[in-house]
């Protein structure tokens, strides 16, 4: 999934749920802001790397089991993980979901396209199609409220 929808599907998470929305939008965003400027500069040849290893358990658990804010930051990172998994399997790379255990295995035929590559290869692709939905219901969602909220405030107002 491309980053922003990573930080809508974080603060969507955080409004409907109890925990904090800032630091869901914080956590999802860690592993893209570690790999990639990672993988632009040749730390690694992967743009799934060190931010996106499941074997991260390690750190997010005590993080978890910090309070409300760690709680929020972990469940933020392992949905970002989450939808790269589930982005690399309806593309038809299921096997590339190995990353989720780097470094222990790494994908035998990796995508290592740069960002700006990666987003011509993304285009039309059915990650795509899912995002695109997702974003025409956030945006749904947001007009219906407005709308709600227009229609309530006129209804309230005395002239």
Not at 43 to 69: E, F, I, N, Q
Not at 89 to 98: E, I, S, T
Not at 100 to 117: E, M, N, R, T
């Amino acid at each position: 999934m491309l980053f922003a929808t990573h930080l809508l599907a974080a603060a969507v998470l955080g409004r409907v749920s109890r925990l904090s929305a800032l630091w869901l939008v914080v956590g999802t965003a860690v592993p893209d802001v570690v790999d990639k400027p990672l993988a632009m500069v040749g730390v690694t040849s992967l743009y799934h790397s060190v931010g996106h290893s499941a074997l991260l358990v390690v750190v997010a658990l005590p993080l978890a089991l910090s309070g409300r804010d760690g709680l929020s930051a972990a469940v933020g990172w392992a949905l970002h993980l989450s939808l790269d998994t589930l982005h690399v399997v309806l593309n038809g790379r299921p096997g590339d979901a190995v990353f989720l255990l780097w470094p222990v295995v790494s994908p035998a035929d990796p995508l290592a396209l740069p960002p700006g590559s990666f987003f011509v290869y993304y285009l039309w692709s059915p990650s795509f199609f899912l995002e695109v939905a997702f974003w025409l219901t956030v945006a749904g969602l947001v007009v219906r409220t407005v709308l709600r909220e227009v229609r309530a405030g006129s209804r309230g107002r005395v002239d």
